[in-house]
């Protein structure tokens, strides 16, 4: 709990990450590759050095998994030229040259005929080459990790710089008991960061507690927190451990920090400076966390505490947005396929189809990787889930002209704000919404991932749903009744009450009740 020497360790984290960073570096990253294994890998067209030439071809240069130093190889497609495409670096960026003949060259979406300019504002954003109709590459000015100590989580998916620079961050920052805030846009991964910092600290063997605070009212944030001695209020018929009690030993993630209400901000104050929390109605106790928030707002502009934000924020981690991180689009776009439908899409797992099926692939992912995705990643695992639900009513082996057809052939940005629309949670029915909850074992988390909305969004949408409550909600004497009715059968009880079973088990807990086994 207490921050243990963050002024002593801050500068370090700082020194380390600052030596783990190369100077910028021409680097291409495999989008699309017939052999979909290939997807993810980098190769460098090296140092960006005034006069300097590079070669792009069927042959060279050799690309690798970026955290795998072994089995390098070049593109080896027998589609790409072995004339090498060449890349000569000029004062104001790159000049691209074609060989006479054999080569088929877009660069954003637009054909190059003989040659082409490349400014360092073009370089630094990322370029999409497009090779032979039919393997996508990016092309980044960006630094290289040169090895820092990165984070053992392995939950982000990504070759990015970007993201390895996050990871040799939250390596860094792991290793001390700072205060850790994570600042990031909707959709971009934020709760993975803070799962990331715990599971590499000295703290992973502990608890890991989440709490959304904007899912907390407000009336009650500070019991939930600190918890609620028993009597101090009518109702409070047992001692109830808070969040802070429950992450001893371990991190407590606060999630949508700006919505913690403004009466319960100097308790929390209190609880980072001093290690000490009270229970309502309980006497003064100390409990060793690490807090980690996260907010996606800009909290300076809503009155919030500055002298809490300077306690949250010891450090301060940006999570990127996917538009910062295109050369993970690729990776995570198929990710998303398997991990949504195992058998979508079938036929990329044959190098050996169709060209013309390749290059709808292939045209698709430069749409990807040229879309600004607002929502970030989320809204990809959302297109995605379209894609997958387009399919199954026509079979996999038509994946990509279905895809082509939706996208009205070249509009990636109309099919994806169409799916990022439908799944506003405020619109989704009431009986879907109890249907997945049915189906997620009334668990909020999964039922926010079944339904493609953010927790946040889902816990609002709950609240106006009569069949559906959370189990902190029940009243203490029904969960007393149906515990006796259920004879401590956890499942049981929570298929009665419609409510997850780990919310339900820590509930008993708070009210000494305890499961028993069959």
């Known amino acids: 709990m207490a921050d243990r020497g963050p002024e002593t360790t801050i500068p370090e984290v700082a020194l380390r990450h600052a030596l783990a960073v190369s100077a910028p570096r021409l680097v291409l990253t495999i989008l699309y590759h017939p052999n979909l294994k290939r997807v993810g890998q980098r190769g460098e067209l090296g140092k960006f050095k005034l006069g300097q030439v590079a070669e792009l071809s069927r042959h060279s240069p050799l690309f690798?998994?970026?955290?795998?130093?072994?089995?390098?190889?070049?593109?080896?497609?027998?589609?790409?030229?072995?004339?090498p495409i060449v890349f000569t670096r000029d004062r104001a960026g790159v000049a691209v040259s074609l060989p006479a003949r054999g080569s088929s060259l877009h660069v954003d979406g637009q054909a190059v005929i003989g040659s082409h300019h490349l400014s360092r504002a073009d370089l630094s954003r990322g370029v999409v080459l497009l090779l032979a109709r039919r393997l996508v590459l990016l092309l980044k000015l960006a630094p290289v990790e040169t090895g820092a100590e990165a984070s053992r989580d392995s939950s982000f998916i990504g070759a990015s710089s970007a993201l390895d620079i996050l990871r040799s961050e939250i390596g860094a920052v792991a290793a001390t008991d700072a205060a850790v805030m994570l600042r990031g846009e909707s959709g971009t991964g934020k709760e993975l960061a803070a799962q990331a910092i715990h599971s590499s600290s000295a703290r992973r063997e502990?608890?890991?507690?989440?709490?959304?605070?904007?899912a907390i009212p407000a009336e009650l944030a500070a019991a939930e927190l600190f918890g609620v001695r028993k009597g101090a209020f009518t109702g409070a018929d047992a001692d109830k451990p808070g969040y802070f009690q429950q992450a001893a030993g371990g991190t407590l993630f606060l999630d949508e920090i700006g919505a913690c209400p403004e009466p319960v901000q100097p308790l929390l104050l209190?609880?980072?400076?001093?290690?000490?929390?009270?229970?309502?109605?309980?006497?003064?106790?100390?409990?060793?966390?690490?807090?980690?928030?996260?907010?996606?707002?800009?909290?300076?502009?809503?009155g919030f505490s500055a002298a809490l934000l300077h306690r949250l924020a010891v450090v301060t981690l940006r999570v990127p947005p996917l538009r910062d991180r295109v050369e993970d689009v690729g990776l995570l776009f198929f990710h998303f396929l398997r991990e949504l439908d195992c058998n979508a899409p079938a036929p990329l797992h044959q190098p050996q189809m169709d060209p013309v099926i390749h290059g709808q692939w292939a045209a698709l992912v430069v749409d990807l990787a040229r879309y600004r995705w607002p929502g970030n990643v989320r809204e990809l695992r959302n297109f995605c889930q379209q894609i997958v639900l387009s399919t199954r009513a026509h079979g996999s082996l038509r994946v990509p002209q279905i895809i082509m057809d939706a996208l009205h052939q070249d509009s990636v940005v109309a099919f994806a704000q169409r799916s990022e629309a439908y799944r506003v949670a405020a619109e989704l029915p009431a009986d879907e919404v109890i249907r997945v909850m049915e189906q997620a074992d009334y668990e909020p988390a999964r039922a926010a991932r079944l339904l493609d909305v953010s927790r946040t969004a889902l816990y609002k949408r709950l609240q106006g749903i009569e069949e559906l409550r959370l189990a902190n909600d029940v009243p203490a004497q029904e969960v007393r009744e149906v515990y006796r009715q259920s004879e401590g059968q956890v499942q049981q009880a929570a298929a009665t009450h419609r409510v997850s079973r780990p919310a339900l088990l820590r509930r008993w807990r708070a009210l000494e009740l305890a499961p028993r086994a069959r």
């Open 206 to 214: 502990q608890p890991l507690v989440a709490v959304n605070m904007a």
């Open 64 to 83: 690798t998994d970026p955290h795998v130093s072994a089995n390098e190889a070049p593109l080896a497609d027998r589609h790409i030229s072995r004339q």
């Open 270 to 302: 209190r609880a980072l400076e001093s290690g000490e929390v009270q229970r309502a109605g309980g006497r003064i106790e100390t409990v060793d966390v690490r807090v980690v928030s996260a907010t996606d707002a800009s909290v300076e502009e809503q």
